[in-house]
C-alpha cells in the first residue's frame, strides 16, 4: 500500500511564492508518477502538474505553466511544486496523488489516473 501526505502550504501574498511538498510512504517503489491538483472551495479538483518518478517527464496545466515547477527526488520519496507569481484565484486547497498503473503524459492531469491521495494542504493567496 502507498500513501502520500502534503506539507507546506499557508497564507501569502499576491505576487509571493509557497513550496509544497508531499512524502510517500509504503511500497513506494511501485509508484510510477505523481501529481499535484487542488480544490477551490465550491469547485471541481482540477489537475495541475504531473510526473513520471522515473524519467522525471512533467506535464502542466494552462493555468500554473510558466509558474508552477513540479520535481521529484527519488531518493527521499518526496514530491515538490513550487509555486511562484502567485495570484487570489490560486486560493484552494491542494492535494497530491501517486499511482502505480502507467498513463500517457496527457492522462495524468486526470483525477481518474490516480489510486491515492493525501489530505490536502491549504493555500491562500491574498491580494
Known amino acids: 500500500e502507498v500513501h502520500v501526505v502534503e506539507l507546506g502550504g499557508g497564507s501569502v501574498q499576491a505576487g509571493g511564492s509557497l513550496r509544497l511538498s508531499c512524502v510517500a510512504s509504503?511500497?513506494?517503489?511501485?509508484?510510477?508518477?505523481m501529481g499535484w491538483f487542488r480544490e477551490p472551495l465550491g469547485k471541481q479538483r482540477e489537475g495541475l502538474a504531473a510526473?513520471?518518478?522515473?524519467?522525471?517527464?512533467?506535464t502542466y496545466s494552462d493555468s500554473v505553466k510558466g509558474r508552477f515547477t513540479i520535481s521529484h527526488n527519488k531518493a527521499q520519496d518526496t514530491m515538490y511544486l513550487q509555486m511562484d507569481s502567485l495570484k487570489p484565484e490560486d486560493t484552494a486547497r491542494y492535494f497530491c496523488?501517486?499511482?502505480?498503473?502507467?498513463?500517457?503524459?496527457?492522462?495524468?492531469?486526470?483525477?481518474?489516473?490516480?489510486?491515492?491521495w493525501g489530505q490536502g494542504t491549504q493555500v491562500t493567496v491574498s491580494a
Open positions: 509504503g511500497y513506494t517503489a511501485s509508484i510510477n508518477y
Open positions: 510526473i513520471y518518478t522515473g524519467s522525471g517527464q512533467a
Open positions: 496523488a501517486a499511482a502505480e498503473n502507467w498513463r500517457t503524459l496527457r492522462e495524468l492531469l486526470s483525477r481518474t489516473s490516480y489510486h491515492h
